[in-house]
Each structure stands twice: as C-alpha cells, then as structure tokens.
C-alpha cells in the first residue's frame, strides 16, 4: 500500500490530499505556502502512516514558476520524512493540466490537489536527484543571469532603434560596435553634440576617442571619419526633436553600463562556486566552454546521476522533435518541441556556438547543418550544434572524462 500526496501550490497557500492505493482520500485540506503549512502536511503523512505501514510515500507538486520550489526544499530536508524515505517528486503542469480535464469539467485548487495525488497513483513521475545547497545557489546565479542577458539585448534594441533618428546611416559607416564605453559617450552627446562633432578637427576627435578608450582604441581615426560621415549623410532633427532622443539614448546607455556591471559581478559570483565542482573540470575541457557556460548547464543538470540516458537531458532541454506515426504513414519533418528547460537549451546554445568556433569537429557540423536550408540557417545550425553537444556532455560527465578531440577524416 502506498501513499500519493498530491499538492497544488499557489503563492500563499498549498492544497493537499492524501491518497492510498485504493483511491481512497486519507486527508485534505489547505495551508499557507510557509514552514508552518509543510509542517501540517508532514504531520497529516506521520499520522496516516501510524495508522497504516505504507510501503511507499510520493509527495508531488506541479512546477510552479518558483512557488513550488521552498516546499519541496523543505520537504527534502525534513528529517523525519526523510527517515521514511519520502520522495518528493515535481511534476510537469502541462501532463497533470491534460489529465485532470479526461476526469474533471471544473476546476479548482482543492480538485487540482486530488488529481494530483491520482496522477501520481498511476507512476507517471520519475524520482529526481535533489539538488545540492551548490548547485541550487549556482542555479539562481544562472537562471538571473539569463534573464539579465535578456534584458541587455532588449535595451540595446531599443537604443539602435533611437539612435537611428539620430544617425541613420551609422550602421552601415561604423567599423566598431555602437556599444562599447567609448562609442555610447560619443553616441549620446554626453560629450559632443552632432554639430561639434561634424565641427571638430579630426586630429581632435581621434586624440578624444584615444582618451576616452584609455589608448587601447581599435582605430580611433577610422572611427573618427565614419562618424563624422554618418553625420553628413544622415537626415538632421530639429533641436526638440533631437533633444528627446538623446534623452532616451542617454536613459538606455547608463541602463546597458548598469546592466553590463551587474552581469561581471554575477560572472564573479558564478566561477567562485563553479571552482567547487568537479562537474565543471569536465565541461571546461571542452573546447570554448569557460566557467559561466559549464556553470549554467551544470546548475540545470544537478547531480550526474539524475538522467540515466543522453536522450533524456535532450528532451528536459527541449532538443527533440518527436516522432508522428499513423498507421504506414510517418511525417518526415516535425517541429522542435516547445517544452523544456529554457535556461539549459539557452546555456546549451550558447555553448554549442562557441565551440564550433574553437573545435574544428563541431565546427564541421555546423557548417554541414548551415547549408542544409536557405534561410534562418545560423540558428537551426547551433540547434542541432546543441544536441550534439548533449551526447559529449553526458558522456564526460558519466565518465568523470576530460574532452578528446577526435580526429578529423
């Protein structure tokens, strides 16, 4: 006989019910998402298994944004639970949302909490390694990360889309990117307006350009006459109109100086717990895999014994494109599967684009999946880059390996 705790979790509260084998509700009822409701629940386990020797206890929960992930924690770490052996499993909303409507036209917490327990019940679930304190900081290090890294590329679009009333043409003219510390100050008007600029001698605009870059200027006189000919062939705002607009690129550019100082201070923070594992000596063999990227696949991995099989990293990632059969007929080409961890694939991807530019084997295989289609041909490339990189990862990991090169043919 077991027993299957179903919880729905919403921010300020947890439902839960107790099933046994037989579908029978041992108890339910609804507690706040605090210490104090975990305890309650954990009390309800202890009493019904006074009463009743189960030969096995689930706890589940829904993935929850974040709501789900303290209660877990705690139920992880309770001692006497863990005597018991508890297992506390997380559960894909998507599977329970689609099994509850077969059962249930209405829905509410308290019915989401039963079909839980029944859901359960029927050993659709795997047991998950539980994090460790390590891989549990390192995970909220990469997971903001990711969401900064967002953040960045959204302002630098909103500043490139600005900055073209400005100067039109300084795209096509400019030999350096429009982000550096240098080019932000020169951009804004922070220093010069657009008719000093054009004004300034170019002997004076390159000794500024060398100052601003502290001497380490790519090549400041280039620079200096293509923004002196961005400001001759772009159109010319009148003075209010300009105004406004540097306004907004001033806003974006201390936003992206703000951003880019609080993403070194996380780097920071991340190779400082990245040292402590060995998982990460593993991954940094790779080729153009540094610290933050074998971080980030780390912290969403866990422990290596929580996947079994390469295949099934792929599918919690989102690399698989499932199979559809129907009777002697199979569709040749299905879609990506929209599911998944967004912040492995996201790692995952960006590792993958970077090795293809160190590793001459992963670079083969990029360039072959590049010219397999004619259009969106860089991002389908690292994709599959990704997936292939799942099955070397998996492969050090389990191995407790440092990356061979393989030989070219």
């Given at each position: 006989m077991n027993l299957n705790v179903g919880i729905d979790v919403a921010k300020a509260k947890l439902d839960y019910c107790g099933l046994d084998?037989?579908?029978q509700i041992l108890f339910q009822d609804e507690v706040p998402n605090q210490p104090s409701g975990v305890q309650?629940?954990?009390?309800a386990i202890l009493a019904a298994n006074q009463k009743q020797k189960f030969d096995k206890i689930i706890i589940g929960m829904e993935a929850t944004s974040i709501y789900n992930i303290l209660p877990s924690y705690a139920f992880?770490?309770?001692a006497e639970l863990q005597a018991l052996n508890v297992k506390v499993v997380t559960l894909n909303p998507k599977m329970t949302s689609r099994f509850s409507k077969v059962y249930d036209d209405e829905k509410t917490d308290k019915i989401d909490a039963k079909n839980i327990a029944e859901f359960i019940l029927l050993g659709r679930y795997q047991i998950p390694v539980a994090r460790d304190e390590k891989h549990f900081a390192l995970q909220r290090l990469t997971r903001e990360r990711f969401h900064i890294v967002k953040l960045i590329a959204?302002?630098?679009?909103?500043f490139l889309n600005n900055l073209y009333f400005k100067l039109n043409t300084i795209d096509s003219e400019?030999?350096?990117?429009v982000f550096g510390t240098t080019m932000m100050t020169v951009l804004t008007d922070e220093k010069y307006s657009l008719d000093e600029a054009a004004n300034l001698p170019l002997e004076d605009m390159v000794a500024e350009l060398n100052r601003l870059g502290?001497?380490?200027?790519?090549n400041p006189e280039v620079v200096a006459k293509a923004i002196k000919?961005?400001?001759r062939n772009s159109y010319h705002l009148d003075s209010i109109a300009l105004d406004s607009i540097n306004q907004v690129l001033s806003m974006y550019a201390n936003v992206i100086r703000m951003y880019d100082q609080q993403l070194k201070l996380l780097d920071k923070h991340i190779v400082n717990i990245c040292k402590t594992l060995t998982q990460a000596e593993c991954l940094q063999s790779i080729p153009g895999v540094g610290p933050v990227y074998s971080a980030g696949i780390i912290a969403e991995l866990g422990q290596n014994n929580r996947f079994s099989?390469?295949?099934k990293i792929a599918k919690y990632a989102g690399l698989v494109w499932p199979r559809h059969q129907s009777g002697n007929t199979e569709r040749q080409t299905t879609p990506r599967t929209r599911s998944g961890d967004q912040y492995l694939r996201y790692y995952l991807i960006e590792a993958a684009n970077s090795i293809r530019l160190h590793d001459p084997v992963f670079a083969k295989y990029y360039q072959k999946k590049y010219r397999e289609v004619p259009k969106y041909q860089h991002k389908r490339a690292c994709v599959l880059t990704a997936r292939k990189l799942v099955r070397v990862i998996f492969t050090l990991l389990n191995k407790h390996e440092l990356y061979q090169p393989a030989k070219m043919v």
């Amino acid at each position: 006989m077991n027993l299957n705790v179903g919880i729905d979790v919403a921010k300020a509260k947890l439902d839960y019910c107790g099933l046994d084998s037989n579908h029978q509700i041992l108890f339910q009822d609804e507690v706040p998402n605090q210490p104090s409701g975990v305890q309650a629940i954990k009390l309800a386990i202890l009493a019904a298994n006074q009463k009743q020797k189960f030969d096995k206890i689930i706890i589940g929960m829904e993935a929850t944004s974040i709501y789900n992930i303290l209660p877990s924690y705690a139920f992880n770490k309770d001692a006497e639970l863990q005597a018991l052996n508890v297992k506390v499993v997380t559960l894909n909303p998507k599977m329970t949302s689609r099994f509850s409507k077969v059962y249930d036209d209405e829905k509410t917490d308290k019915i989401d909490a039963k079909n839980i327990a029944e859901f359960i019940l029927l050993g659709r679930y795997q047991i998950p390694v539980a994090r460790d304190e390590k891989h549990f900081a390192l995970q909220r290090l990469t997971r903001e990360r990711f969401h900064i890294v967002k953040l960045i590329a959204d302002s630098e679009n909103h500043f490139l889309n600005n900055l073209y009333f400005k100067l039109n043409t300084i795209d096509s003219e400019l030999p350096t990117s429009v982000f550096g510390t240098t080019m932000m100050t020169v951009l804004t008007d922070e220093k010069y307006s657009l008719d000093e600029a054009a004004n300034l001698p170019l002997e004076d605009m390159v000794a500024e350009l060398n100052r601003l870059g502290h001497g380490k200027f790519g090549n400041p006189e280039v620079v200096a006459k293509a923004i002196k000919r961005a400001i001759r062939n772009s159109y010319h705002l009148d003075s209010i109109a300009l105004d406004s607009i540097n306004q907004v690129l001033s806003m974006y550019a201390n936003v992206i100086r703000m951003y880019d100082q609080q993403l070194k201070l996380l780097d920071k923070h991340i190779v400082n717990i990245c040292k402590t594992l060995t998982q990460a000596e593993c991954l940094q063999s790779i080729p153009g895999v540094g610290p933050v990227y074998s971080a980030g696949i780390i912290a969403e991995l866990g422990q290596n014994n929580r996947f079994s099989k390469q295949t099934k990293i792929a599918k919690y990632a989102g690399l698989v494109w499932p199979r559809h059969q129907s009777g002697n007929t199979e569709r040749q080409t299905t879609p990506r599967t929209r599911s998944g961890d967004q912040y492995l694939r996201y790692y995952l991807i960006e590792a993958a684009n970077s090795i293809r530019l160190h590793d001459p084997v992963f670079a083969k295989y990029y360039q072959k999946k590049y010219r397999e289609v004619p259009k969106y041909q860089h991002k389908r490339a690292c994709v599959l880059t990704a997936r292939k990189l799942v099955r070397v990862i998996f492969t050090l990991l389990n191995k407790h390996e440092l990356y061979q090169p393989a030989k070219m043919v």
